[in-house]
DNA sequence: TCATTGATGGTCT
DNA sequence: GACCATCAATGAG
């Protein structure tokens, strides 16, 4: 094996527990990782959304704490994953301190191992990781579920926009909380 | 290329 | 009963 593709791994409970818009920046480029029947499922995260806690309009937890949203009310580094629309599933990783309610959406990653077709989109990801309500609360310091540095980092430049689907919130539908990497095919379309 | 709509179910009012 | 952090299929231009 070259020395420059260090085996993947976890990253620490620290690098979750930050300013959640850093976490969504810093996001871009990890490898998510989830083996499941010893196979092992890699994706390079190209794409996510910040959500700011109880104050943002757009974010589940403005409705309060449920048992819905408990988990992004937990510590960080567990996934907050819920079912939209009755179809699909959204990943989202839940940051900050305990209690604060925030938390990165995972919209699109670009597959690098054992994954079969597009993850242009939060629903497309889930159903292609074999992700649902089992992973509810999971957590991401886990041997089976995780978010590791790349095994090839590479430079890339970071593009913000306002996040999508979240008409409703107000002024906090203009806030620039959606990161992706310029140029990346994989990047969900609208 | 863009706008519209159906699928489908959990959560909250 | 309404709303939804979506996706794919459809049809008009």
Redesign the pocket.
Known sequence: MPASTPALRPLPRSFYARDTQIVARELLGMYLVHIVDGVEQVGRIVET?A?LGEHDR????S??R????EA?FGPPGHA?V???????Y?M?VVTEREGHAS???L??IEPVRNIE??C??????C?ALGID?RHYGHDLLSADLYISLPGRPERFTIVRRP???????GVWARRLLRFYIKGNPHV?RR
Request: hydrophobic share 35%.
């Open positions: 959304e959500y757009a974010a589940h937890s409705r309060g449920t048992a819905r949203t992004m907050y819920y079912m939209i629309y009755g179809i699909h959204s989202n938390g990165v959406l919209r699109a077709g597009r242009s989109g939060p629903g497309l990801l159903r309500r996040r999508v689907g979240v008409h409703y919130a969900s």
